[in-house]
């Protein structure tokens, strides 16, 4: 009687789970996160995974200063890190001359600012875009590791981090089930997610146009004597911060309560101050 072999089972990291770093991407193998890392490279589009990384790092540091109820020497030093990595992600992909610019259109590209420090949510609709361009570029990736490795062995695909919305189908009941004759099964539809996708891109795109239509310019400045280093609002330049940072050095060890930045379209709260 001859012996069983069992072919070993290679797991496919997700997309999100390359990006985040978990442990199964991190596995060595052909579909590991480094092999997809080598990948982009040799394809020459490296710069979605990299910006992608970049803006992920940056919206985490920005929730945190978000959430620093004190300004503090460390909180100053925050806001600058925060000021350097935009300045980075500004030049190094964002600007026009940038060397490594995202290929994403080109309106999108023209609503930031190098001196103006962007909200999360602005910066998450171009990532959004580019992110896209990563997901081609995962699939081509699978597909070439595939035919490279001649890889017939069994696959065990991650689940997809996006799903298209469900439709509603009729399907028969199984034997013996008691089911009425209307019963109705709700199931995933994988042809209608290009469709669902494409409708979401066209309704940011619209929601970002409004958005800057209706914001205008006055909203991308501060109003006199503001101070805050806090980065909330659209209208921090750097130049204000580090003109904040110069006008604070003197205040070693004072703690000052910051004021509750607002909207450009909602009426400013007083300081709150020592």
């Known amino acids: 009687m001859g012996s069983i072999q069992f072919l070993p089972t290679h797991i496919i990291p997700s997309l999100e789970e390359i990006v985040s770093g978990h442990r199964l991407a991190l596995l060595p193998g052909p579909y590991s996160r480094q092999s997809f890392i080598d990948f982009l490279k040799q394809s020459h589009c490296a710069e979605n995974l990299e910006f992608v990384l ?80 990563l997901s081609a570029n995962y699939n081509d990736f699978v597909t070439t590791t595939r035919e490279t490795h001649s890889d017939r062995r069994p696959i065990s695909r991650r689940c997809l981090e996006m799903v298209a919305p469900e439709t509603v189908v009729q399907e028969l009941p199984f034997a013996g089930d008691f089911l009425l004759p209307d019963t109705i099964f709700h199931t995933i539809s994988p042809d209608l997610l290009a469709q669902w996708e494409k ?37 921090l330049s750097l130049g204000s911060v580090f003109d904040n940072i110069r006008e604070y050095s003197g205040w070693k060890k004072t703690v000052r309560k910051l004021r509750t930045r607002r909207a450009s379209s909602e009426k400013p709260q007083e300081n709150f101050s020592l």
């Open 199 to 235: 409708t979401l891109e066209i309704y940011e795109l619209l929601k970002l146009a409004s958005s800057c239509e209706s914001s205008g310019t006055q909203s991308r400045t501060n109003s006199a004597g503001a101070i805050s280093t806090r980065p909330l609002s659209r209208g």
């Open 54 to 133: 970049e803006v992920d790092s940056y919206v985490s540091k920005f929730d945190k200063l978000e959430n620093v109820p004190f300004l503090d020497d460390e909180a100053i030093l925050e806001n600058l890190r925060l000021v350097k990595l935009w300045s980075y992600i500004y030049e190094t992909y964002v600007s026009r001359t940038a060397p490594k610019e995202v290929n994403v259109p080109g309106k999108l590209l023209d609503h930031f600012l190098a001196d103006t420090l962007p909200e999360p949510k602005e910066l998450l609709v171009l990532r959004k875009q580019v992110y896209e361009l």
